[in-house]
């Protein structure tokens, strides 16, 4: 997709702006090949599976119905007891 940045309001300099400032900040944590080296998860694949056993599995049982505020209630638990070290 091409823009015409000679009629830019600004927008693409503040995009651009906020992208910078971000990679500044973050800079220190992007070490993604240290974290590899060092084994560390680098990708939404363990939140995923942690998705799938806190919340699918839980969730979607045979005949199972439920409301937001108690769903809410038990993940909260949930998490606490699935957390390693608690």
């Known amino acids: 997709m091409e823009h015409d ?3 830019d309001d ?4 503040k995009v651009l702006q906020t992208s910078i400032t971000y990679f500044q900040n973050n800079f220190k944590r992007m ?3 240290n ?6 998860p ?3 694949g363990v939140t995923e599976a942690a998705c799938k056993v ?7 049982g045979s005949g199972m119905k439920w409301i ?3 769903t809410e209630n038990m993940f909260l638990l949930r998490g606490l007891v699935l957390t390693e070290g608690r």
Do not use: E, F
């Open 5 to 7: 940045l000679s009629k």
């Open 10 to 13: 600004g927008t693409h300099h």
């Open 31 to 33: 070490d993604y090949a």
């Open 35 to 40: 974290y590899v080296k060092m084994k560390y």
């Open 42 to 44: 680098i990708g939404s």
């Open 54 to 60: 806190m919340v699918k599995q839980r969730l979607c």
């Open 68 to 70: 937001i505020p108690n």
